[in-house]
């Protein structure tokens, strides 16, 4: 979503409301700011004294670390970056269980050789993270004959889904599953979570798929797994610095596919309804809607 686009598309729903590019537009007093609709942490929150809410361009709001405890911070949900992250790992997913990911390696390496293919049904997934991305998920895979499992930090029942919460519920899901699917929000208790120890509970060969966020895995480990082969395959689409740098070692893990952040994206027409609703919310008292808990960090 560039500037232009997010512009164009308040202009439409805010046609009396001024709207400025904080980064780059300097003709605006900042104590005019009450609102702001941004990916990133700005530099110095204390600039804008009257700044009332934050409102995250994703659903992902670990950025806002430093976002004093007054300010109310709203995360973004939209419908079709749901179903685009739905697809991205369905279709990771298919990737590994006919081979992709080895495949790619074996072009590289100019080999000839063919993989076992494992049907759908005896293909067990197990999704880390049971919010809306990964509920809908879980039964996205599930309609198509993989046999899915989930782990949320909350008990959860869904049906035909083994659901399990608690540190032993991952532990028995690593242990179990052919692929692991990361879709966890950041919080202290998932970063670096998928570490070596991690790794070494999960079945050898078996696959994972990472597009939660980068800093919930220690690359050297994962690299480490790979080349043992106690992680048959990888998609990754998030990392811990993004873009990912020319001199990461993640670009030469074995069989490995790497995205550039892509499983999903906000348009800009549905960010901007989204700010309109909760505005209106908020100028009429109501509760707003997609408000992060502080605390818990989603």
């Not at 399990?164 to 519920?169: A, H, I, K, N």
């Not at 609703?277 to 809607?289: C, M």
């Amino acid at each position: 979503m560039t500037d232009s686009d997010r512009i164009s598309a308040f202009e439409v729903v805010f046609r009396d409301l001024p709207i400025r590019l904080v980064r780059s537009d300097e003709s605006y007093d900042p104590g005019d700011i009450r609102y702001v609709f941004t990916w990133q942490s700005l530099e110095d929150w204390a600039a804008f004294p009257n700044l009332e809410i934050v409102f995250s361009v994703s659903a992902g709001v670990d950025q806002f670390v430093d976002l004093p405890d007054h300010i109310t911070l709203i995360k973004m949900v939209d419908p079709n970056n749901t179903q685009r992250v739905v697809d991205y790992v369905i279709t990771s997913c298919l990737a590994i269980t006919r081979g992709f990911p080895v495949y790619a390696e074996q072009q590289r390496l100019k080999l000839w050789q063919q993989q076992p293919i494992a049907s759908f049904t005896e293909t067990h997934v197990a999704i880390l993270g049971l919010g809306e991305i990964g509920t809908r998920t879980a039964l996205a895979l599930k309609s198509l004959g993989f046999r899915v499992s989930g782990w949320s930090r909350r008990e959860r029942a869904l049906e035909g889904i083994t659901c399990v919460s608690g540190e032993d519920g991952v532990l028995s899901l690593l242990e179990e599953a052919d692929i692991v699917v990361c879709l966890l929000p950041l919080t202290p208790e998932t970063r670096g979570l998928m570490s070596a120890s991690f790794f070494a509970q999960m079945k050898h060969g078996a696959g994972l798929v990472h597009a939660g966020r980068g800093a919930q895995c220690v690359f050297d480990d994962l690299g480490a797994a790979l080349k043992s082969g106690q992680i048959g395959a990888a998609v990754l689409d998030v990392f811990d610095t993004e873009p990912l740098p020319e001199i990461s070692p993640v670009w030469d893990f074995p069989n490995c596919l790497i995205t550039p952040h892509v499983a999903g994206r906000t348009d800009a027409e549905t960010a901007a309804r989204n700010v309109a609703e909760n505005l209106t919310r908020h100028l009429q008292g109501k509760d707003l809607l997609w408000q992060v808990d502080r605390e818990k960090g989603y």
